[in-house]
């Protein structure tokens, strides 16, 4: 597998924050990740199909009706999977306000809770370089008034993320079904179960513009919130809200 330098000093930095964070039960630990894209229409999915009289599909998949971009976020406190279908691009804005909704769903089942840490990986759009992230994450923090410490997987290891295996769930259970509207795609991922629960999921409306980005004298106000370790300094990343 490819490795960088930092690789195994990032895998031990992952398993000893996480289980420190296991220990305080004041403390909530998420996975997140995106899923890879979801084309919707008439399309064959290369997979076995449940039912008696096998369905007919395009023969090419050359055009399709719209593209969901599914983004999850477990709860790894209680194995709670929440799944959001955007339609439009995988970018910070999305992320950050999905994790925005979340939080304001569950406010009640968390009023001990004091700080948040993320397990994710360094995608084009939760880079820890990526002015808009830093931005939207900054202001989370401010919006939840609670500190959120990042702990990134290395490159080329995403799929130790614990919410790889939820897509892999998710994957397994509509193989071969035919994805031929945006409410059938929603009505299978809410139909899956994980740990023989069924998944929260939402469709985000709204499209997001890609390639946002924040001049460097605007980010200058958030930089004192967001605080890079001092030995992994890509990799670990403590957000203030205050």
């Known amino acids: 597998m490819k490795k960088i330098a930092q690789t195994d000093a990032i895998f031990d930095n992952v398993a000893q924050e996480n289980q420190r964070t296991d220990a305080n ?65 995988e970018t910070s804005d999305c992320i950050v306000d999905c994790l925005a909704w979340w939080w304001q769903d569950n406010p009640v089942d968390y009023t001990e809770i004091e700080a948040w840490v993320i397990n994710l990986d360094s995608g084009s759009a939760t880079r820890s370089d990526r002015t808009q992230f830093i931005k939207r994450m900054v202001e989370l923090a401010q919006r939840i008034d609670r500190p959120i410490r990042l ?20 994957e397994n259970y509509w193989n ?44 200058e106000s958030d930089l004192p919130f967001w605080q890079p370790s001092e030995t992994l300094p890509k990799w670990d990343i403590t957000i203030l809200p205050n």
């Not at 995403?158 to 939820?166: F, G, L, M, P, V």
């Not at 998944?199 to 499209?207: F, H």
């Open 151 to 170: 702990i990134y997987y290395p490159p080329y290891h995403s799929k130790y993320n614990a919410i790889e295996r939820c897509w892999a769930a998710l």
């Open 25 to 89: 039960p004041q403390v909530l630990r998420l996975s997140i990740d995106t899923k890879v894209k979801v084309k919707i229409g008439n399309l064959s999915r290369n997979g076995k199909d449940r039912s008696l009289e096998a369905k007919q599909a395009d023969d090419h998949d050359t055009e399709w009706q719209s593209v969901l971009v599914p983004f999850g976020i477990l709860n790894l406190d209680n194995d709670e999977l929440s799944i959001y279908f955007g339609q439009s691009a």
């Open 176 to 219: 071969g079904a035919i994805l031929d509207s945006v409410e059938a795609a929603v009505q299978w991922a809410t139909n899956m179960t994980w740990k023989a629960v069924a998944p929260v999921v939402y469709l985000v409306e709204g499209l997001y513009e890609k390639g946002v980005q924040v001049f460097a004298e605007e980010l």
